[in-house]
């Protein structure tokens, strides 16, 4: 089946700290690929999502592009500040019409000022 | 703009227990809905999925159920709570073109079994 890997568990940054968090994924046909955000006690916030190799996500100063070949989609933000620290997932979803995503387990990330 | 809500915000209940919870959309018309359970600092399970009123499909078997009564509203149950039950449960709704597309999540309603 689908899986979605997180290398990195936990993160922990100054603020103005270049962040990058792995996403590899596996699957049977061509996903797309999104990133998700989880602030304590929320719901998980859409972020951005690519659908094609070498298409380029990006909000908020968070970006990633989609990579067939490495089967990645790693989320890099430049400069973080302390109001990005949260729970960020990589997920991806197929053509099977109407079936959810799947998620990697996430990574928290601790930004300090 | 689409709105998503959940009820309840937060719920304590004892192991045996029934349980309703609910997820209405406002401002989409036949939307895919979902259900989604996440223990606490785990990652996010699939429960159901509903692409039509009245039809729900089960992804995983956790001893709940769920219906679609309107197609704004998606409501997950048991009549039996268990222990493992304790979590944080998540409304989706995506548009109704396909799987591929992104999914909006509600603000979740967090339930601990006692």
């Known amino acids: 089946g689908d899986s979605v890997t997180q290398t990195e568990g936990q993160v922990a940054l100054s603020e103005e700290d270049f962040l990058t968090i792995h996403c590899n994924y596996s699957a049977s046909g061509y996903p797309a690929l999104f990133w998700y955000v989880q602030y304590p006690g929320e719901g998980p916030q859409f972020l951005f999502r690519?659908?094609?190799?070498?298409e380029k996500g990006s909000s908020r100063g968070f970006e990633a592009t989609y990579d067939k070949g490495t089967t990645s989609f790693h989320l890099r933000k430049a400069s973080v500040q302390e109001s990005d620290s949260a729970v960020y997932y990589c997920?991806?979803?197929?053509?099977?019409?109407?079936?959810?995503?799947?998620f990697g387990l996430g990574t928290r990330v601790s930004v300090f000022p | 703009a689409q709105t998503i809500h959940q009820w309840p915000v937060a719920e304590i209940k004892a192991v045996g227990s029934p349980l309703s919870l609910g997820c209405t959309i406002k401002?989409?018309?036949?939307?895919?809905l979902y259900w989604y359970w996440q223990a606490t600092g785990g990652t996010l399970q699939q429960l159901f999925y509903?692409?039509?009123?009245?039809?729900v499909e089960s992804v995983v078997q956790l001893n709940l159920s769920a219906s679609r009564p309107k197609d704004d509203q998606f409501i997950l149950s048991t009549e039996k709570l268990l222990l493992s039950h304790s979590g944080f449960y998540l409304c989706?709704?995506?548009?109704?073109?396909?799987?591929?597309?992104?999914?909006?999540f509600g603000p979740g309603t967090r339930l601990l079994v006692l």
């Open positions: 690519a659908s094609r190799d070498k």
């Open positions: 509903s692409i039509t009123v009245g039809q």
């Open positions: 989706a709704w995506s548009p109704p073109w396909g799987g591929k597309d992104t999914q909006y």
């Open positions: 401002g989409k018309s036949s939307p895919n």
């Open positions: 997920a991806l979803g197929e053509d099977n019409y109407a079936q959810g995503l799947t």
